[in-house]
């Protein structure tokens, strides 16, 4: 990697972890949040569906800002709207305020993140391809995914032991603080670099020609489709497993208050992220086609939450936990390398939005059901139905894999070819 190279990663590596180190402060205890401002289960996971929903609704609208304003403003507006929401999340608990006011923040909250998601991977892969970087994305992508990992790590534990010692809200403030404090380096430190954006005076034209352009790269592209297809299922019961196990955890140490275990879990979750960014381009290497690793990790992710969902025991459950996690974490940077292979430049951060809108809306509808599911049989019980429906995911990879696009096997950039070039 030359100079230029390592410093896009250094900016990049730094966005991550300021970012995840904000996020992961309320992850530990989310879900005890809102049962604690008098919220039900169904409601509860309800109310995170909203916050998908409001991703699905702003993928793509923010994804076009990306591509049409450039990756650096989105990162900026998604760093302040993030700030804005996440307080008036506390205000809302401080109120025991009725649902429909939790609907609408967490809408905001979903709007804040679709700035981020994928803005800040498709600045990071045209600033690599600008600056000479001819390696494997797997390796950059990893390292990311450790920094988060560790960010995560710090950061739920933090806030886990932040609310016991205090209150529950505390960790929220926190994240709006150094949210702040990320607005001021990411203005900064970042730049568009490889890339320029492509102002309009009329930014429906612009939004409809980007749109139609990423869906030709996109939904319309066989291989990046199924890829697509497949996202409801994994990352809708990946959403509800992160949020479900602060209270099954609980459940199974019998103490509701132990905030501290909850933050355990997103902690062990971390780590597992940091091993299995490691792991990613190792394994990629022992393979030959990166299809492999997306389809053997979606199997033995969705087997481990059904034994998961038969477990009643406390430390049982955490040793299966951190294989979950780091089956999960261990696919994630193939996955992310495969797509941003098969995508072209000018629409990257539009099509990688459009790929989150997928997941998130499988969050939408997975979530309330499986939260009705808690109600009425049980964490465990929703936890073994989420690993079902996580199978679904398998035959759609299975069809991106007959596709044989390049990407599959190409280790090194495919930057010279075009999206859909078939193998020789």
């Known amino acids: 990697m030359n100079a230029a190279a390592r410093k896009i990663q250094r900016i990049y590596l730094t966005l991550t972890l300021g970012n995840t180190l904000a996020a992961s402060f309320i992850w530990g205890i989310n879900t005890l949040f809102l049962l604690d401002a008098g919220l039900s ?73 679709t700035f981020f998601s994928g803005a800040v991977e498709a600045w990071l892969v045209d600033a690599l391809r600008f600056s000479g970087y001819e390696g494997g994305l797997e390796t950059v992508l ?6 988060s990992g560790a960010a995560m790590l710090i950061g739920s534990v933090a806030g886990g032991v932040i609310a016991q010692a205090t209150n529950l809200g505390v960790p929220f403030l926190l994240r ?25 005076a009329h930014p429906l034209d612009a939004t409809r020609a980007v749109l139609t352009a990423s869906i030709e790269n996109g939904l319309k592209n066989p291989p990046v489709r199924y890829v697509m297809l497949a996202a409801p299922f994994s990352a809708g019961v990946g959403i509800y497993v992160f949020y479900a196990l602060q209270p099954y955890l609980l459940e199974l140490f019998g103490d509701p208050h132990a905030y501290s275990v909850a933050g355990l879990a997103a902690a062990i979750v971390a780590g597992a992220q940091v091993l299995g960014g490691w792991m990613a381009p190792r394994l990629r290497g022992l393979v030959h086609r990166r299809t492999t690793v997306l389809i ?85 019980a929703s936890l073994a139905i989420g690993g079902v429906i996580e199978l679904v995911a398998v035959p759609f990879l299975l069809a991106s894999r007959r596709q044989r696009n390049r990407a599959d096997q190409a280790y090194a950039p495919t930057s010279t070819t075009s999206p859909g070039a078939q193998p020789s």
């Open 176 to 200: 709006v603080g150094v949210l702040l404090v990320m607005f001021i380096v990411a203005f900064g430190l970042m730049r568009d670099v490889g890339f320029s954006p492509e102002h309009s």
């Open 41 to 113: 289960n169904l409601e509860a996971f309800a109310a995170n569906a909203f916050f998908t929903a409001g991703m699905v609704l702003f993928e793509v609208p923010t994804g076009v800002v990306a591509d049409s304003w450039g990756r650096r403003v989105s990162f900026l507006l998604g760093t302040a709207t993030l700030a804005v929401s996440t307080y008036l999340y506390c205000l809302l608990w401080q109120l025991s305020a009725p649902f429909w006011l939790w609907a609408v923040v967490s809408v905001l909250l979903g709007l804040g993140f």
């Open 296 to 380: 053997l990790s979606s199997i033995v992710g969705a087997l481990i939450l059904i034994v998961l969902g038969f477990t009643h025991v406390f430390w049982v459950a955490l040793v299966l936990l951190a294989l979950w996690a780091l089956v999960s974490s261990a696919g994630t940077p193939v996955r992310q390398a495969y797509l941003n292979d098969m995508i072209a430049s000018k629409q990257r951060a539009t099509v990688l939005s459009f790929d989150s809108l997928m997941g998130s809306s499988g969050g939408v509808a997975v979530q309330p059901l499986l939260g009705r599911a808690a109600d009425v049989y049980g964490y465990s």
């Open 142 to 147: 990893g390292r990311g995914l450790m920094v």
